[in-house]
């Protein structure tokens, strides 16, 4: 089945460091989505992002489907960004009610 | 604005106690979602359902039942909950084909002693 890779799985900044979060795909898909986990363990939809690129405030995310990969920027980090950001695809080939998650890149921003 | 809830925000529950997780979405989706999450292994599905009173097993469905009798609707069953049940518990919906989005609620955070 499709694998899912993020990276980095570990971050720290300074809090107005910008940053970006890696996914990588092993197929094509149909549905890929950026969630964001806060500290209470609720997931935050970020973007749904099969294609191209997406602005929301200081996130936007592209995703190069050809070359099976999204990235997520941060830019102007926040304390609030921290928690663990996860990448989830839905493989064509596969179930598409399905999400295939990634382990997740866990952010922590300083003061 | 798309709205999961989920039952209970911590439960805990002895071993061999039955036990329900319920979770509701009001934005008439198809497809309902089970995940446990836990640390290392990221979300794992247990079971989903694409309609009312049909089923299919994800992942990890040992040890656990749904029902889901209403659209809205979606249960988890722990028929004799184990210690190795404790684990963060995720419901989600989406739609049925076109951009399937899925949403979640805020989780239950489940502890078996």
């Known amino acids: 089945g499709i694998q899912v890779e993020q990276s980095p799985p570990d971050l720290i900044l300074q809090e107005g460091a910008n940053s970006t979060l890696r996914c990588n795909f092993s197929?094509?898909?149909?549905?890929l989505q950026w969630f964001h986990q806060n500290p209470w363990g609720q997931l935050i939809n970020l973007f749904y992002?099969?294609?191209?690129?997406k602005q929301n405030g200081r996130l936007s995310a592209t995703t190069v489907a050809t070359e099976r990969y999204s990235l997520l920027y941060i830019s102007s980090s926040q304390t609030t960004d921290s928690g663990v950001y996860f990448c989830?695809?839905?493989?064509?080939?596969?179930?598409?009610?399905?999400?295939?998650w990634g382990l997740g890149t866990s952010l922590a921003v300083n003061p | 604005d798309v709205k999961v809830t989920q039952s209970s925000r911590y439960l805990v529950k002895r071993t061999g106690e039955k036990v329900f997780l319920e979770c509701v979405q009001d934005m008439d989706h198809e497809n309902m979602f089970w995940y446990r999450q836990d640390p290392g292994l990221g979300l794992r599905l247990i079971y989903f359902?694409?309609?009312?009173?049909?089923?299919e097993k994800g992942d990890i469905p040992e040890g656990y039942s749904v029902s889901r009798e209403k659209k809205e609707r979606f249960s988890l069953i722990l028929e004799s909950a184990s210690t190795n049940q404790t684990s963060m518990y995720l419901c989600?919906?989406?739609?049925?084909?076109?951009?399937?989005?899925?949403?979640f609620g805020p989780g239950t955070r489940l502890t078996v002693l």
């Open positions: 989600a919906s989406s739609r049925a084909g076109g951009r399937n989005e899925q949403f």
């Open positions: 989830a695809v839905a493989s064509l080939a596969g179930n598409n009610r399905k999400l295939i």
């Open positions: 197929d094509s898909v149909n549905n």
């Open positions: 359902s694409y309609d009312v009173k049909m089923k």
């Open positions: 992002i099969p294609s191209g690129t």
